[in-house]
């Protein structure tokens, strides 16, 4: 039982870990032993968020590749597997944000939105997967969001996608449980992060949050690594097709 959180000898694939929640989510797994893959589609963010987490005591690679891109996409993950070794843990984190009202929001902003944040969860989970399903095991998480589940102003393609990842997560569990495949979903609240910083000065905005949100804050992204630890290992083997909400008790308050 005292190994049910252990991560050692697991090797976790996050997209878009150069940066943001990502950094955050594989410093975490890596204090628990996970020797990490940092994907991000710029190669000087990706060798520094190596660099940190090797600073700080961790086995860390770089695979710098394009998660909308089907080609680069299954070279990547037939690159890491070769090189590296097997994938136990995938976390599809990778993610854009665009703002702008429904009635005027540019049909490419769209298009960006909904592949990196929809499409590329497909085309990552699926190269990984054919090869877990290979091997009888593996674990997959999807970074979803509170919008997997409400709407919001200026961001509609965002929840879109968001929503999407939410049905693919549970279609994917559906498919894949036989294969002794897990596949679970973070879907956090709102947190301080670069993406919501222009959010969080908003001092009007900031009030409506903490009264709407029961415990009154913003999220810190470190609280996020408890969830991301528990999905990646053995303690949650028999979760499957789940949506774990991180939100400080935003979406049961009326």
Request: include cysteine; aromatic fraction near 6%; charged fraction near 15%.
């Amino acid at each position: 039982m005292n190994n049910l959180f252990n991560l050692q000898g697991k090797r976790i694939l996050i997209t878009g870990s150069g940066q943001g929640i990502g950094l955050v989510m594989a410093q975490g797994l890596a204090q628990y032993g996970a020797e990490i893959i940092i994907n991000d589609i710029s190669p000087e963010r990706a060798e520094q968020a190596a660099m940190t987490l090797r600073d700080e005591g961790a086995t860390a690679h770089t695979a710098v590749f394009n998660v909308t891109d089907p080609d680069s996409v299954e070279t990547a993950i037939h690159q890491i597997e070769q090189n590296v070794g097997p994938i136990d843990v995938l976390f599809n984190n990778a993610g854009i944000q665009r703002r702008h009202p429904f009635t005027e929001f540019p049909v490419q902003e769209w298009n960006d939105v909904i592949s990196v944040n929809q499409t590329a969860v497909f085309l990552v989970s699926q190269a990984v997967a054919k090869r877990m399903v290979t091997r009888n095991a593996g674990k997959i998480v999807n970074i979803c969001s509170m919008q997997s589940e409400l709407g919001r102003d200026t961001i509609t393609p965002y929840a879109a996608a968001k929503g999407a990842v939410k049905m693919l997560t549970r279609g994917m569990c559906v498919e894949l449980a036989r294969h002794n495949i897990q596949v679970n979903g973070i879907a956090p609240g709102y947190f301080k992060t670069a993406m919501t910083q222009t959010l969080v000065d908003d001092q009007a905005f900031t009030d409506w949050l903490c009264k709407r949100t029961p415990a009154a804050r913003w999220g810190d992204p470190q609280e996020l690594v408890g969830a991301a630890v528990f999905l990646s290992s053995s303690a949650s083997n028999f979760v499957n097709g789940h949506l774990l909400f991180v939100d400080g008790g935003m979406l049961v308050a009326v």
